[in-house]
């Protein structure tokens, strides 16, 4: 099936029923289904062919929603781009997948352009009122691509800690699948009223809140830019019974001096996932708001879904839980042998979620799926009833406030400046934010250059969360008998 089929069902049968909304602008199923045809009417018009790789870089807008489900409506691959990205960084996200087209918002259109142009992409600007026209003006495309389930959908691009980012391939299957079980798992009826804090270019937002309210026939109320007093009033203002989340928004309601004024009674659900849940943060969350917050897993690589606490079974904070339907999981030595109960190994997942390779790059897929199992480099360890525990990560890679961010990138940048000799990126614990972005910094013999400075400059060439906040200097890094910088033995400055 063609994953676009969950936006069609639902119109089909609640047509005049609320699917988006925007603060006082509300999107019907039947307008957002007619959208849908006129943007695969439009792509068509301007020499799309079905296999066609499309970014789409756009805030938490139903706009969104139209490109992302008119370019699935046609038959194309969708490649979902971080808003936040600059230049250098957006023609990399078209380049590496053949992109052909971008759709991206009006404010963005400085890097988004220059990025477009520097790959031969098409970029459409995406600005109210003039896209409507747009749309208006093309003929409606209003079958649906015949598909197989093994085809790409959608391709989402993550990254380790070494080379640049890899596009995970994830199929029409993968994805409506892992949508259907979030619909189950937070009770995704027509009903509910989902609020949409979640960037939907990131795999949790995408799936488990917009795919997911959109196959059931609910509503997703769009927030663009997270302010945890205004989640809160839309909570109250739209009833939302489900709330989805990384930590730090959690953390940023709990601590909202005007939280008490705001009724929040109408929350059923609350899902966390991202990066691991403080115990403390959980309880002080449920008793404050009365509900209970269900923890689970996943990543790109699995659509994103893999584990959760289940409604209905017992919940254990600071558990991800138990795989969900229809996929293994479990804990693995490092010679691929299933690790002892209470012993930390590393993830190994199995099943309908399992992303079906990495974007041109076969030995990166290799390394990672190996006996149909995929290999996440998170390490954790299991219970005698079966419910996963994450201890640590394998990857150096730095979850700030929920996003990744990839070390290696941000230290090419570090060394692009002429006083740089040597930089590693490591993340600094925050009790805010869990982990910072910070630089050790080795400088050229005779050189100058302040943390400001440094900070500037990276600044200047990637996403706002992104760049080092803190920067030390170093006389050297540590390093191994090969001459390998030792992440593990840097340590950032004490305060004071």
Request: glycine residues 10%; negative net charge; proline residues 6%.
């Amino acid at each position: 099936m063609n994953l676009a089929t969950i936006l069609t069902e639902s119109a089909a049968s609640v047509p005049d029923h609320v699917a988006l909304k925007l603060d006082d602008l509300e999107v019907t199923y039947a307008l957002l289904d007619e959208a849908s045809a006129r943007l695969a009417g439009l792509l068509r018009s301007q020499g799309f062919s079905p296999g066609d790789r499309v970014g789409i870089m756009l805030p938490n807008v139903p706009y969104f929603a139209v490109c992302y489900y008119g370019v699935l409506r046609a038959g194309g691959i969708v490649v979902p781009m971080n808003v936040l990205l600059k230049h250098r960084e957006v023609a990399f996200y078209l380049r590496d997948p053949g992109a052909r087209f971008l759709f991206a918002w009006h404010d963005l259109a400085p890097d988004a352009q220059a990025g477009a142009e520097e790959t031969g992409a098409q970029c459409l600007l995406v600005a109210p009122g003039e896209f409507e026209k747009l749309l208006q003006d093309a003929e409606p495309a209003r079958e649906v691509a015949d598909v197989e389930d093994s085809e790409t959908a959608v391709v989402l691009y993550t990254s380790g800690t070494t080379g640049t980012p890899k596009g995970a391939e994830l199929t029409h299957a993968n994805l409506a699948r892992n949508c259907e079980v979030s619909r189950r798992l937070f009770d995704l009826g027509p009903d509910a009223v989902t609020l949409g804090a979640l960037p939907l270019f990131h795999s949790f937002g995408q799936t488990c809140a917009m795919n997911a309210t959109i196959g059931g026939g609910g509503t997703l109320t769009l927030i663009p830019r997270f302010d945890p007093a205004k989640a809160l009033e839309i909570i109250q203002r739209d009833q939302v019974t489900v709330f989805e989340g990384v930590p730090t928004m959690y953390g940023a309601m709990l601590h909202c001096a005007d939280r008490e004024r705001f009724d929040t009674s109408s929350l059923e659900v609350c899902a966390s996932g991202g990066s691991a849940m403080p115990v403390e943060l959980m309880r002080g969350f449920e008793d404050a708001f009365h509900c209970k917050v269900l923890e689970g897993y996943g990543l790109s690589e699995t659509s994103p879904v893999a584990s959760f606490n289940h409604p209905g079974r017992e919940r254990k904070p600071g558990s991800i839980g138990t795989p969900i339907d229809g996929v293994e999981m479990k804990v693995v030595d490092e010679d691929g042998h299933e690790a002892p109960q209470g012993e930390v190994g590393e993830i190994v997942i199995k099943g309908h979620n399992v992303m079906k390779g990495y974007w041109n790059r076969p030995e990166a897929t290799e390394e990672t799926i190996r006996d149909g199992w995929f290999h996440s480099g998170d390490m954790a360890e299991v219970d005698e009833d079966g419910y996963f525990f994450i201890v640590d990560r394998k990857k150096d890679m730095i979850i700030r406030g929920g996003y990744n961010v990839y070390p290696r990138e941000i230290e090419e940048v570090l060394y692009e400046h002429p006083a740089v000799r040597e930089a590693a990126v490591v993340g600094v614990p925050d009790d805010n934010l869990g982990e910072e972005v910070g630089a050790a910094v080795s400088l050229k013999e005779g050189a100058e250059a302040s943390a400001e400075e440094l900070r500037e400059f990276v600044k200047d060439q990637v996403a706002a969360y992104k760049y080092p906040r803190e920067v030390w200097f170093v006389d050297e890094l540590p390093k191994g008998p090969t001459g390998k910088i030792l992440k593990r033995e840097i340590e950032p400055p004490q305060p004071g």
